[in-house]
């Protein structure tokens, strides 16, 4: 089966908290990619991150970082010193090497309060 | 263009009617998308465009569903006989290749079927 399970589905922090967002994968490919895609109320689905299969190295990049492990078939997915503008629903998304398509999880809506 | 663009951005159509949605890709992006996300879920796929042709329509519901592309760049979503259950977002997507980049979307046309 391909499938994203995100099981938050919404959060509540308090500006400058830090925030995780889980993400767990399900597939049957031996290659695959992982994204982190941010949906703000605009609607437009924004890029955020690619990973793939082969290359568990963690990553940062500014206030945010991931942590992609195979092991648990996770990438979740950090915000440090959250801010209001990180406020939107977040997706995790699998993109198998084999078919055309992506997988998206349900979302995880977060709210940071001011 | 710079981005994707969607036209309508809003739709509203009564029960049984026939809608069309427009994508408009980045240039250069031989590979478009549609997706749909109803409310509260993530984008489901509905069918990928390799140029012209549709690579894989695996993802449209029903026979009442179709797209087209005809010169490999802009593509319409055409919906026939719409129901209230086809009320949602459609998204659409364009990328250089397959997708292992991540795709562009575009900010979506909400379709209302009353």
């Known amino acids: 089966a391909q499938k994203v399970t995100q099981a938050q589905t919404e959060i509540s922090v308090v500006e400058k908290e830090d925030v995780t967002l889980d993400c767990v994968y399900e597939t049957r490919d031996t290659t695959y990619y992982l994204f982190w895609y941010k949906q703000p109320p605009s609607g437009e689905l924004v890029f955020l991150i690619r990973r793939n299969s082969f290359d568990e190295q963690n990553e940062i990049s500014g206030r945010y970082s991931w942590n992609f492990q195979k092991s648990t078939s996770s990438f979740n997915f950090t915000i440090t010193a959250s801010q209001v503008v990180d406020s939107a629903v977040y997706f995790c998304?699998?993109?198998?090497?084999?078919?055309?398509?992506?997988?998206f999880g349900t979302g995880t809506s977060l709210t940071v309060i001011p | 263009g710079a981005g994707v663009s969607q036209t309508p951005s809003n739709k509203v159509t009564e029960k049984g009617k026939y809608v069309e949605l427009r994508c408009d890709p980045i240039s250069g992006h031989t590979a478009l998308y549609w997706y749909r996300q109803s409310l509260g879920q993530g984008p489901e796929f509905l069918i990928y465009?390799?140029?012209?042709?549709?690579?894989?329509d695996s993802g449209l519901p029903n026979d009442r569903f179709f797209a087209v592309r005809p010169e490999g760049s802009v593509s319409t979503l055409k919906i026939q006989r719409t129901e209230r259950g086809d009320s949602a977002v459609y998204l659409c997507a364009s990328s250089k290749d397959r997708g292992g980049n991540g795709y562009t979307f575009g900010s979506g046309t909400r379709l209302t079927v009353v």
């Open positions: 465009f390799q140029g012209t042709g549709a690579a894989d």
């Open positions: 998304a699998l993109r198998p090497n084999t078919g055309n398509q992506f997988y």
